[in-house]
């Protein structure tokens, strides 16, 4: 089955760190494009960067809300990607996804999300 | 950046009624290949995003026909032909024309 698993999500303090997982199966995750997007408790979904693949030099990009504080990686031996947070702040907290870039650019496989909260 | 803007925000819509949802771009989201690069997504609640319709008018594998898309440039519309119960939840548009990637604000879709 094709799939994407986050795993990693907790309660942290403002400030702190936390380092999210995203595990692929059903597909060549090599070759895939990840992409990360968060959706806060009542909101919408926002997009917060991607890493592309192997072939493309792993070249990443992100928001400007999360520059300087996010950084996304890959380990194509282990099929997974990871979402690095640092000096997390209330408004982070999110249900945050990791999804594939997929055919015409769509974001075509989702995960199911894993919940972030950062409080004191 | 460019700001994607969905209306309304709010849709109830009767079992069996059409439905149409709006989003509009701030640039045109017509790529140089002919193709315009918004994507349709329904997050059914308590769900992930699931992808819909693809370059403004595609639909995805094993989407009903019921669902449509439609539009150019700057100015899309999603349609339901007929809404059925499962089609309850928050709708999105998303350019992926250039990054960063952004996505409208939602319009929930619920049964009167």
């Known amino acids: 089955e094709v799939q994407l698993v986050e795993s990693g999500g907790g309660l942290v303090r403002p400030g702190g760190s936390l380092k999210v997982s995203c595990a692929a199966a059903g597909f060549t995750f090599r070759g895939a494009p990840i992409h990360w997007v968060r959706q806060a408790p009542g909101k919408g979904l926002e997009w917060l960067g991607r890493i592309k693949r192997t072939g493309d030099g792993y070249v990443t990009a992100y928001a400007a809300s999360v520059e300087g504080r996010f950084a996304i990686s890959r380990d194509d031996s282990e099929n997974k990607a990871y979402l690095q947070m640092n000096s997390l702040k209330s408004e982070d907290t999110a249900v945050y996804y990791c999804s594939r870039l997929g055919d015409h650019d769509t974001l075509d496989i989702w995960g199911r999300g894993t919940m972030v909260t950062v409080s004191s | ?112």
Not at chain 2, 25 to 32: G, I
Not at chain 2, 42 to 50: A, C, E
Not at chain 2, 99 to 104: I, N, S, W
């Open chain 2, 1 to 112: 950046d460019i700001l994607m803007t969905q209306s309304p925000l709010s849709l109830p819509v009767s079992p069996g009624e059409p439905a149409s949802i709006s989003c509009r771009s701030t640039r045109s989201l017509l790529h140089s290949n002919g193709k315009n690069y918004l994507h349709w997504y329904l997050q059914k609640p308590g769900q992930s995003p699931q992808l819909l319709i693809y370059l403004a008018s595609n639909r995805a594998s094993g989407v009903p026909d019921r669902f449509s898309g439609s539009g150019s440039d700057t100015d899309f519309t999603l349609r339901i032909a007929r809404v059925e119960a499962e089609d309850v939840g928050l709708y999105y548009c998303m350019q992926a024309l250039q990054l960063p990637v952004t996505f409208g604000g939602g319009t929930k879709v619920e049964i009167k």
